[in-house]
């Protein structure tokens, strides 16, 4: 069995600004025009992993993101929006709610984690409008706490 380490050298995953490693597989050369305004290419994919208490900080981008499972250990996404906090869990076990994928709507607020903060989650992530960071927003924890109070101790973790 491939361990993080493994994965990270055999797929040439780089350290991520969000947290954990990731490397772009994909730009589609087609462009379109972004909610914006801007050029944008049509879809954007990577690869994302995190390993143990590693965890993708409090961030929105400006397009939906979809995230597909493909192995390790279920992955928590936390999503705020409405003042509510929503958490998805990507995994391979359907009879326990875990979700091969899910969608992330664009301007949410989101972060993840490996489930049980022990091993390593890797998963790909599709971006349409194409990412670009030109729309990331990494959170900042009093903006973000002054918006969701009710939420004050995940976005402490998260930020």
């Known amino acids: 069995m491939m361990t993080a380490q493994d994965l990270i050298q055999q797929l040439h995953l780089q350290p991520h600004p969000e947290g954990g490693y990731y490397r772009e597989t994909y730009r589609a050369a087609l462009h379109t025009t972004a909610a914006?305004?801007?050029?944008?290419?049509?879809?954007?994919?990577?690869?994302?992993?995190?390993?143990?208490?590693?965890?993708?900080?409090?961030?929105?981008?400006?397009?939906?993101e979809l995230w597909f499972f493909h192995q390790g250990q279920p992955l928590e996404v936390l999503l705020l929006e409405n003042g509510q906090l929503t958490v998805l869990t990507l995994g391979h076990d359907v009879a326990r709610g875990?979700?091969?994928?899910?969608?992330?709507?664009?301007h949410t607020w989101f972060g993840a984690r490996v489930k049980s903060g022990t091993g390593f989650s890797l998963v790909s992530c599709t971006v349409a409008p194409g990412f670009d960071f030109a729309d990331f927003e990494l959170a900042d924890r009093a903006r973000l706490t002054n918006e969701f109070p009710e939420?004050?101790?995940?976005?402490?973790?998260?930020?």
């Open 98 to 106: 875990e979700l091969p994928q899910a969608v992330v709507p664009a």
């Open 151 to 159: 939420q004050a101790a995940v976005i402490e973790q998260f930020t």
């Open 36 to 64: 914006s305004g801007v050029q944008r290419n049509v879809s954007t994919a990577i690869y994302y992993l995190l390993e143990n208490n590693d965890r993708s900080h409090f961030h929105r981008i400006q397009s939906d």
